[in-house]
């Protein structure tokens, strides 16, 4: 049984930092695809950040130089520090994982966390 807990959301200044974090079961941070989205009100998921196997990172271009993924596989955890962050920052944060695909993309992932909201003002 796959189980995503993410933890570290809360209220931020602009231009202030925050750092995620998503404490795998069931599955190992250091397989596969695992990344992170997000989702404000009244727009779809967006993949922001992912990173794979080999530790190779892909970034959105909203984020790109400001938030940074990283895993922690002996503590089979994912973090995204966020940093200079901007009200349009603000949404539900979500960690997923992706077990087949070859390359790393931002879609089709399988298993998620259930979210932490992240408010910006």
């Known amino acids: 049984h796959v189980q995503l807990v993410e933890s570290g959301g809360g209220s931020a200044q602009t231009g202030g930092s925050l750092r995620l974090s998503c404490v795998f079961s069931?599955?190992?941070?250091?397989?596969?695809?695992v990344g992170w989205f997000r989702q404000a009100p009244g727009t779809d998921y967006r993949g922001i950040a992912v990173?794979?196997?080999?530790?190779?990172?892909e970034y959105a271009e909203p984020v790109k130089g400001r938030f940074t993924i990283t895993k922690d596989n002996p503590k089979n955890t994912l973090h995204l520090e966020m940093n200079s962050l901007q009200p349009e920052d603000s949404a539900m944060y979500y960690c997923?994982?992706?077990?087949?695909?070859?390359?790393?993309?931002?879609?089709?992932?399988?298993?998620w966390g259930q979210g932490t909201q992240v408010t910006v003002s």
């Open positions: 997923a994982v992706d077990h087949v695909a070859s390359r790393c993309l931002m879609y089709d992932y399988q298993y």
């Open positions: 069931g599955y190992s941070v250091s397989s596969g695809c």
């Open positions: 990173i794979g196997e080999d530790g190779s990172t």
